[in-house]
């Protein structure tokens, strides 16, 4: 037996004929599996991202940072100092001013006023009073003083208001007046110096 052929079959001895070689069919080559690649997290809806617990963590590199100390404080600016002049008042505004605050004044002492004679009356000074003047003054047949006829609780409060009228137009008039003295005075010396800081 002897091999002939390209392919390798072996051939019939003593036949001049070669007998017919089968056709084989090539092994094919299968593909190999694709490996999924991984693909980032989508955000959830509404925007924001997923938490660290969703995304691996990266590996920190380098030293870690200090933070500066309390020691390095920075110098303590100086305080600025400005100087200003009032060289003029209003004297429409003086007069509104004072006169609210004549008001208010006036309605203090007319309560002040009746609060201490009903304390005063409370207490039983003026019978008190009366009692010691009865016994100081002879006794004749003229009407007996009585100090309630002088301050009683009518004339007191009566007079305690009329006091705050007048005291309401004195503090407005003359704090009016005092505006305009003091614009006169401030053109000829330049008004009031006044140094303002910021602490």
């Given at each position: 037996?002897?091999?002939?052929?390209?392919?390798?079959?072996?051939?019939?001895?003593?036949?001049?004929?070669?007998?017919?070689?089968?056709?084989?069919?090539?092994?094919?080559?299968?593909?190999?599996?694709?490996?999924?690649?991984?693909?980032?997290?989508?955000?959830?809806?509404?925007?924001?991202?997923?938490?660290?617990?969703?995304?691996?963590?990266?590996?920190?590199?380098?030293?870690?940072?200090?933070?500066?100390?309390?020691?390095?404080?920075?110098?303590?600016?100086?305080?600025?100092?400005?100087k200003l002049a009032v060289s003029r008042v209003d004297p429409w505004s003086v007069m509104k001013m004072s006169f609210l605050l004549a008001v208010a004044a006036g309605i203090v002492g007319v309560v002040v006023t009746v609060v201490l004679w009903l304390i005063l009356s409370g207490m039983g000074v003026f019978a008190d009073i009366d009692r010691l003047v009865s016994q100081i003054q002879p006794a004749t047949g003229g009407s007996q003083f009585k100090i309630m006829d002088y301050i009683g609780f009518g004339r007191v409060a009566s007079l305690a208001i009329v006091f705050g009228v007048i005291d309401i137009v004195l503090l407005t008039a003359v704090a009016t007046l005092s505006a305009f003295l003091y614009n006169i005075c401030s053109a000829l010396v330049g008004g009031l110096q006044l140094t303002l800081t910021d602490d």
């Open positions: 037996m002897s091999m002939s052929g390209q392919g390798g079959m072996p051939s019939a001895a003593g036949s001049g004929t070669t007998a017919p070689q089968p056709w084989v069919s090539a092994p094919t080559a299968t593909p190999a599996p694709v490996a999924p690649t991984p693909t980032a997290p989508r955000p959830a809806p509404g925007g924001t991202r997923p938490g660290p617990a969703a995304t691996a963590q990266r590996p920190r590199t380098g030293a870690p940072t200090k933070r500066p100390t309390g020691g390095g404080r920075g110098k303590r600016t100086t305080a600025r100092r400005v």
